[in-house]
């Protein structure tokens, strides 16, 4: 049982680059979320997810893209990289939201 | 939307010395509320949850947090610290109609000195 597995763990870019964010989890939960964490600010909810197919935007959506098409991976996409979106990346998922989330290990991003 | 408050950024303790993370809450619907633990470059673990019932919730590590509906607060306790819990924590507040919406404080950075 892995949980949650982000990959990768590190990434550079160069500002105007895409990437993809991966994530999966093998619990077979249906909630997954992406967050990214900058000193000070805490987690902030970019996109979620309640299911396959089923996504929507959180707290800082703009910039980044998202898709559900199976229940294990939840891919996170930077369309054109920005500074700004320097930042640690968490993935989570949970049965049901209200019994909490299982996060992964985070993607240290730098955009140069 | 709902938001949270962590009303210290640093809570510097002795070791066996008890000690107290504040957290409050604002919104206009019944929440859900959690305390999780950040160790350094892992991810997040949870540490307690309050969804309903009793407002005193026991957790991991031996962690304890009250749910004050009057005051809007989840303050998180512990009687005696350890080097060991040295981390950072995050008080979150869901709204029960929503979930995935879970909103978290700026963090409480516990440091432990021996």
């Known amino acids: 049982n892995a949980g949650v597995t982000q990959t990768p763990k590190f990434q550079v870019l160069k500002t105007g680059q895409s990437m993809t964010l991966q994530c999966a989890q093998d619990?077979?939960?249906?909630?997954m979320s992406w967050y990214r964490q900058d000193p000070g600010m805490g987690l902030r909810l970019i996109h979620y997810s309640v299911g396959a197919g089923i996504t929507d935007q959180g707290e800082v959506p703009n910039g980044y893209n998202v898709s559900r098409s199976t229940t294990e991976d939840f891919p996170l996409r930077l369309l054109s990289a920005a500074p700004s979106q320097t930042s640690v990346y968490f993935c989570?998922?949970?049965?049901?939201?209200?019994?909490?989330?299982?996060f992964g290990s985070g993607t240290r991003l730098t955009v140069v | 939307a709902q938001s949270v408050t962590q009303l210290d950024s640093q809570v510097p303790v002795f070791e066996e010395a008890p000690v107290e993370l504040r957290c409050n809450y604002s919104?206009?619907?019944?929440?859900?509320l959690f305390w999780y633990v950040q160790y350094p470059n892992q991810g997040l673990q949870l540490l307690l949850k309050?969804?309903?019932?009793?407002?005193l919730v026991k957790g991991i590590n031996g962690f304890e947090a009250e749910f004050n509906k009057s005051q809007t607060s989840f303050h998180l306790r512990k009687p005696s610290v350890h080097i060991s819990d040295t981390a950072e924590y995050f008080c979150?507040?869901?709204?029960?109609?929503?979930?995935?919406?879970?909103?978290f404080g700026a963090g409480t950075r516990l440091t432990v000195k021996p």
């Open positions: 979150a507040v869901s709204v029960s109609r929503n979930n995935n919406d879970m909103r």
């Open positions: 919104s206009s619907v019944s929440v859900y």
């Open positions: 989570a998922s949970s049965y049901t939201g209200r019994d909490g989330y299982t």
């Open positions: 619990m077979n939960h249906e909630y």
């Open positions: 309050y969804l309903s019932g009793s407002t």
